[in-house]
């Protein structure tokens, strides 16, 4: 900066408010005379009559003090400079016109050689000086200003009126210069608003080499979230910093500022009535009892947890071996439960720890289990066989056991429906941990075995809602495995509800029932992904609507996945007390080949050996067809 730019800087910025409004009141006064002389030059192209030369002193001060009057009665001298450009060339031009009718009585009254018509060409010259002299000043100032500082230049993208309006307020910015409007309107493309360019979005990389730009301004509220998303993806694809502005109404308060990503209620796609809470004489198998709870901080666990509440137990034992969930939902609940006067204890370990299973089960006087915890993540099963199936069957052997030694009095083991002819090694485990289950039941004369089997559930960790929700969000894509693949779903307060209703139905026969629910006709993938892109607020892009806001991807089965799941093995349903609950008996290995499966996984476990899993599973799991082909499954 130069010696004397910085001086005038520093001499503006030492200047109070009434200083500056001063100086400005005073060029528009003097600037009145100089308008007025130039008006007479113009008319008389310079040569002026002797008559006007000696009538021209004596109005000189006239218009200077009418200029000044007017100024203060329109305020105009209190308009700051970087206004000038918006409300300031409206306050001028009507003190203009103040200047030119006020002068113009002035000559008529005073009579002599000027004519009143002068008056409106001094107007006009007045306004012509007094716009030009501001700007002046503005730009002199913004050049100070931006002296030794590295223009910020950047691109709007949107020309429509949020986008004037970020362009206006930032004109004056001392750093910040726009450089050109981007829209994707072909009628605006080439056009010129607010003295800038609008591109068409082709140009943005040729705009930002040419004039160094390093960041663009989304000025697009109306846009749908999904849109705006794939619109910063692209343009940070290629170098540059996105920012979204939100709309002037919203910043004001007349619209929501808020994500247009509305919350979806995972029951809205369950296209079936939800299953009615749970009854009272359910809820009265766990009053002032102590109930367990594996995995409760789970998904399942957790509301498991909070259902077990309402029943009012004795104590609650939460057994976790995430130190996290389990910090989560005794936080969760302590307060509850202290209200309804439950125990809760939390106990942190893993389900394959003999010792301490049973050491919690004697300790704190278990008579229900809820046995939840287990891998069921199907990908990540089936890139780690060994620790699902240690989890999976061997901690349900385990846990069972403890159950049964420690004399309690029922244990609900929660399935899945891809235990059913699995295609999964996650399924597979299930479904030996299940006949794990049987076995026990079958020899159990005190502890009553049971099992509920449900499809997936809406809303848990790594289900299809929240994935669907997080891709939306993004922008998409949206990833479908299959067109066609179907799935049976549930709500997570419907499955803790089955869940309790089987705990409560099960010893009815004689242990060892799977407890299944109605849960309807399946639903397709591909359309309940239709459903929540529209529940987003955006549109499917697709051949028809090439223009749409979210794509649907397929990217084929991944490894162990079934196009369709079934529910049960085999026929054979019989009816529980609760219309939607049916209870079936599969046939399961005897007591023998239950033990010989248990001691070759261990033995395959024990050698670590990965390549034996498949055929352990083929030999034991009835209907187990490993990846290789597609199961084209009938729906129970």
């Given at each position: 900066m130069s010696v004397s730019r910085e001086y005038a800087f520093r001499l503006v910025a030492a200047m109070t408010r009434p200083q500056k409004q001063a100086v400005l009141l005073c060029i528009d006064a003097v600037l009145a005379p100089v308008a007025l002389v130039a008006a007479i030059m113009l008319i008389h192209d310079a040569d002026?009559?002797?008559?006007?030369?000696?009538?021209?002193?004596?109005?000189?001060?006239?218009?200077?003090?009418?200029?000044?009057?007017?100024s203060m009665m329109t305020r105009l001298h209190r308009i700051q400079l970087k206004a000038i450009e918006t409300q300031g060339m409206t306050t001028l031009a009507f003190a203009a016109f103040l200047l030119t009718a006020s002068s113009a009585i002035c000559l008529v009254f005073k009579g002599g050689v000027l004519p009143p018509t002068l008056s409106i060409m001094l107007g006009i010259l007045w306004f012509l000086m007094s716009v030009g002299t501001r700007l002046s000043m503005l730009s002199m100032l913004r050049r100070v200003l931006r002296q030794g500082r590295p223009p910020n230049r950047v691109l709007i993208y949107g020309a429509g009126t949020t986008g004037v309006q970020l362009a206006a307020a930032l004109r004056p910015h001392p750093t910040i210069v726009p450089v050109a409007f981007v829209d994707d309107n072909p009628a605006l493309q080439t056009l010129s608003i607010s003295g800038l360019r609008v591109m068409a979005p082709d140009r943005i990389g040729t705009l930002a080499r040419r004039h160094d730009v390093s960041r663009v301004l989304l000025a697009m509220p109306s846009a749908s979230p999904a849109r705006q998303v794939q619109l910063a993806r692209r343009l940070e694809d290629q170098g540059l910093k996105v920012m979204t502005l939100p709309s002037f109404a919203q910043l004001v308060g007349e619209e929501a500022l808020v994500d247009h990503l509305a919350p979806v209620t995972p029951g809205r796609f369950l296209n079936r009535p939800v299953i009615d809470p749970i009854r009272p004489e359910g809820a009265a198998t766990y009053t002032d009892r102590v109930v367990l709870v594996s995995g409760a901080g789970g998904s399942i666990g957790s509301e498991l947890c909070r259902q077990l509440l309402t029943a009012r137990p004795r104590r609650l034992v939460l057994f976790e071996v995430s130190e996290y969930a389990l910090y989560a939902i005794d936080r969760e609940l302590r307060d509850i439960a202290r209200d309804l006067k439950v125990e809760i204890v939390p106990v942190l370990g893993t389900v394959t720890d003999t010792r301490l299973t049973q050491m919690v089960m004697r300790r704190y006087g278990v008579e229900v289990v809820f046995h939840a915890a287990a891998y069921k993540h199907v990908p990540l099963v089936e890139a780690n066989p060994l620790a699902g199936l240690a989890n999976n069957v061997l901690g349900t052997r385990s846990f069972a056991e403890a159950s049964r030694n420690a004399g309690v009095e029922r244990f609900i083991l929660i399935s899945t429906d891809k235990a059913v002819r699995p295609t999964s090694v996650m399924g597979a485990s299930k479904r030996l941990a299940e006949m794990v289950v049987q076995d026990l039941a079958a020899r159990s004369s005190g502890t009553v075995f049971s099992m509920v089997r449900f499809g997936n559930v809406l809303g848990s960790s790594g289900s299809v809602i929240p994935l669907f929700r997080d891709q939306i969000a993004r922008g998409g894509p949206v990833t479908l495995t299959h067109p066609d693949v179907t799935r049976f779903f549930m709500t997570v307060a419907e499955a803790a509800r089955l869940v309790m209703l089987a705990g409560a139905f099960s010893g009815q026969d004689c242990g060892g029932e799977v407890f299944v629910l109605d849960m309807g006709q399946p639903i397709r993938i591909g359309e309940l992904a239709r459903q929540m892109i529209e529940a987003a607020g955006?549109?499917?892009?697709?051949?028809?609507?090439?223009?749409?806001?979210?794509?649907?991807?397929v990217t084929g089965l991944r490894p162990g996945e079934k196009l369709h799941e079934e529910l049960l093995l085999g026929n054979g349903l019989l009816a529980t007390p609760h219309p939607k609950i049916l209870r079936a008996r599969e046939t399961c290995l005897s007591e023998a080949e239950t033990a010989l499966a248990l001691r070759s996984l261990r033995n395959l476990l024990a050698a670590g050996d990965e390549a034996a899993v498949l055929p352990l599973l083929a030999r034991w799991v009835e209907g187990f067809q490993p990846e290789g082909s597609v199961i084209l499954a009938s729906t129970a």
């Amino acid at each position: 900066m130069s010696v004397s730019r910085e001086y005038a800087f520093r001499l503006v910025a030492a200047m109070t408010r009434p200083q500056k409004q001063a100086v400005l009141l005073c060029i528009d006064a003097v600037l009145a005379p100089v308008a007025l002389v130039a008006a007479i030059m113009l008319i008389h192209d310079a040569d002026v009559p002797p008559a006007w030369r000696e009538a021209l002193p004596a109005f000189l001060p006239v218009v200077a003090i009418l200029a000044g009057l007017v100024s203060m009665m329109t305020r105009l001298h209190r308009i700051q400079l970087k206004a000038i450009e918006t409300q300031g060339m409206t306050t001028l031009a009507f003190a203009a016109f103040l200047l030119t009718a006020s002068s113009a009585i002035c000559l008529v009254f005073k009579g002599g050689v000027l004519p009143p018509t002068l008056s409106i060409m001094l107007g006009i010259l007045w306004f012509l000086m007094s716009v030009g002299t501001r700007l002046s000043m503005l730009s002199m100032l913004r050049r100070v200003l931006r002296q030794g500082r590295p223009p910020n230049r950047v691109l709007i993208y949107g020309a429509g009126t949020t986008g004037v309006q970020l362009a206006a307020a930032l004109r004056p910015h001392p750093t910040i210069v726009p450089v050109a409007f981007v829209d994707d309107n072909p009628a605006l493309q080439t056009l010129s608003i607010s003295g800038l360019r609008v591109m068409a979005p082709d140009r943005i990389g040729t705009l930002a080499r040419r004039h160094d730009v390093s960041r663009v301004l989304l000025a697009m509220p109306s846009a749908s979230p999904a849109r705006q998303v794939q619109l910063a993806r692209r343009l940070e694809d290629q170098g540059l910093k996105v920012m979204t502005l939100p709309s002037f109404a919203q910043l004001v308060g007349e619209e929501a500022l808020v994500d247009h990503l509305a919350p979806v209620t995972p029951g809205r796609f369950l296209n079936r009535p939800v299953i009615d809470p749970i009854r009272p004489e359910g809820a009265a198998t766990y009053t002032d009892r102590v109930v367990l709870v594996s995995g409760a901080g789970g998904s399942i666990g957790s509301e498991l947890c909070r259902q077990l509440l309402t029943a009012r137990p004795r104590r609650l034992v939460l057994f976790e071996v995430s130190e996290y969930a389990l910090y989560a939902i005794d936080r969760e609940l302590r307060d509850i439960a202290r209200d309804l006067k439950v125990e809760i204890v939390p106990v942190l370990g893993t389900v394959t720890d003999t010792r301490l299973t049973q050491m919690v089960m004697r300790r704190y006087g278990v008579e229900v289990v809820f046995h939840a915890a287990a891998y069921k993540h199907v990908p990540l099963v089936e890139a780690n066989p060994l620790a699902g199936l240690a989890n999976n069957v061997l901690g349900t052997r385990s846990f069972a056991e403890a159950s049964r030694n420690a004399g309690v009095e029922r244990f609900i083991l929660i399935s899945t429906d891809k235990a059913v002819r699995p295609t999964s090694v996650m399924g597979a485990s299930k479904r030996l941990a299940e006949m794990v289950v049987q076995d026990l039941a079958a020899r159990s004369s005190g502890t009553v075995f049971s099992m509920v089997r449900f499809g997936n559930v809406l809303g848990s960790s790594g289900s299809v809602i929240p994935l669907f929700r997080d891709q939306i969000a993004r922008g998409g894509p949206v990833t479908l495995t299959h067109p066609d693949v179907t799935r049976f779903f549930m709500t997570v307060a419907e499955a803790a509800r089955l869940v309790m209703l089987a705990g409560a139905f099960s010893g009815q026969d004689c242990g060892g029932e799977v407890f299944v629910l109605d849960m309807g006709q399946p639903i397709r993938i591909g359309e309940l992904a239709r459903q929540m892109i529209e529940a987003a607020g955006c549109t499917l892009r697709d051949a028809g609507n090439p223009d749409g806001d979210i794509e649907i991807v397929v990217t084929g089965l991944r490894p162990g996945e079934k196009l369709h799941e079934e529910l049960l093995l085999g026929n054979g349903l019989l009816a529980t007390p609760h219309p939607k609950i049916l209870r079936a008996r599969e046939t399961c290995l005897s007591e023998a080949e239950t033990a010989l499966a248990l001691r070759s996984l261990r033995n395959l476990l024990a050698a670590g050996d990965e390549a034996a899993v498949l055929p352990l599973l083929a030999r034991w799991v009835e209907g187990f067809q490993p990846e290789g082909s597609v199961i084209l499954a009938s729906t129970a």
